[in-house]
């Protein structure tokens, strides 16, 4: 259970060289008020792949040596628990992921190889993500240097992404009723089709099975969400098909800072009026809308993507709505671009948030 953050330092008593001398080392002083959730063990086995696996300790080795974070800072998590991971997946998902029983389609339409240890990574993203929720309830913001998997399903995974571990943090939360409503701002440069389908409306029940109504009748026969999803990606970029997100902006190819800032805060004036006050953001703080990505065609800056990122805090900030980031993509040809990137995200919600 998480406690609200403080800045204090850590003490350890270190006995001095003369015998009978003894005094107090401060030996680590967090700077922020708020925790990174992290672990070594968020590298996906996935060998060579435009995934850059290591960019989490990558950013994390990043973020000390800049003196931004103190190893303080973080916190391990834990894995999730297959209860965790049953809130959004299908047992026949998860089953076949535990046995090593994908067809060859669905590891191929997975596009990561799987292995019994990538099992273990994506359930322990999950247990970040969850962990990352539950402190930022307590302390407003909360980062997971990892996570984001927007494109994994309930019954199958797509895009790199097994778990969802976006949707199963929020699931969680709800089943131990420490949040009813979240809201997602999902601003990776891919649609967050997942996370997309997890969370749509719910069909009324009693609606007639068979027939096939038409959209007003769909309208009328869903009831709201407890989810409201907006996702803010590329048009003209995978998925090809992209199942309705409650807010979706298809943004044209070559968008750079200033109409993406413009587009983002008016998505989310817009998604705050349609679904007033969630209890939680879930911020897909993707890499990959800069414009030296390899999987990415809009083209914001390093500083653009830091504004965005300080847009989101400051505007949930002001609403006083607690905020949990993951990391989703980033493939910048320059690895260290992607680094930078995401360490921004956390220099970002140091200077929006407060610390040393
Ligand atoms: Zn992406």
Redesign the pocket.
């Known amino acids: 259970m998480p406690v609200p953050s403080a800045c204090f330092p850590r003490i350890i008593w270190s006995f001095a060289r003369e015998p009978g001398e003894c005094r107090a080392l401060i030996i680590g002083h967090r700077m922020l008020p708020f925790k990174l959730i992290y672990s070594d063990d968020y590298f996906l086995p996935i060998g060579s792949h435009v995934f850059p696996a290591e960019k989490y300790k990558l950013t994390h080795d990043y973020l000390l040596a800049r003196k931004v974070a103190d190893a303080s800072d973080f916190v391990a998590p834990r894995p999730a628990t297959d209860d965790d991971i049953l809130l959004v997946h299908t047992p026949q998902y998860v089953q076949k992921l535990k046995t090593g029983t994908l067809s060859a389609r669905e590891e191929l339409e997975m596009e990561v190889p799987y292995s019994p240890e990538l099992v273990r990574a994506f359930w322990l993203a999950a247990g970040g993500s969850m962990l990352a929720a539950d402190y930022a309830l307590n302390d407003g913001v909360a980062i997971s240097i990892g996570g984001g998997f927007h494109h994994a399903f309930p019954d199958h995974g797509e895009g790199f992404c097994m778990i969802n571990d976006i949707a199963v943090a929020i699931r969680r939360m709800q089943a131990d009723e420490k949040i009813r409503t979240a809201m997602t701002i999902d601003c ?3 649609q967050g089709n997942g996370t997309a389908v997890i969370f749509a409306p719910a069909p009324v029940p009693g609606n007639r099975l068979g027939s096939i109504p038409n959209l007003a009748e769909m309208a009328r026969s869903r009831k709201p969400s407890d989810v409201f999803t907006i996702s803010l990606h590329q048009e003209n970029n995978y998925p090809a098909f992209k199942p309705p997100s409650s807010l979706d902006l298809n943004l044209p190819d070559g968008m750079g800072d200033g109409d993406y800032l413009a587009c983002l805060g008016t998505a989310i004036s817009l998604g705050l009026e349609k679904f007033p006050r969630p209890e939680l953001i879930c911020y897909v703080a ?1 890499a ?1 809308p800069y414009r030296d990505d390899q ?2 065609g809009l083209s914001l800056t390093i500083e653009g993507l830091k504004e965005r990122d300080s847009l989101v805090f400051r505007l949930a900030k002001a609403e006083g709505i607690p905020v949990m980031v993951t990391f ?2 980033g493939y910048a040809h320059r690895l260290e671009d992607t680094i930078t990137i995401h360490s921004n995200t956390v220099v970002a919600a140091k200077e929006v948030y407060g610390g040393k």
């Open positions: 990776d440069v891919h993707g990959d999987l990415g989703a993509g």
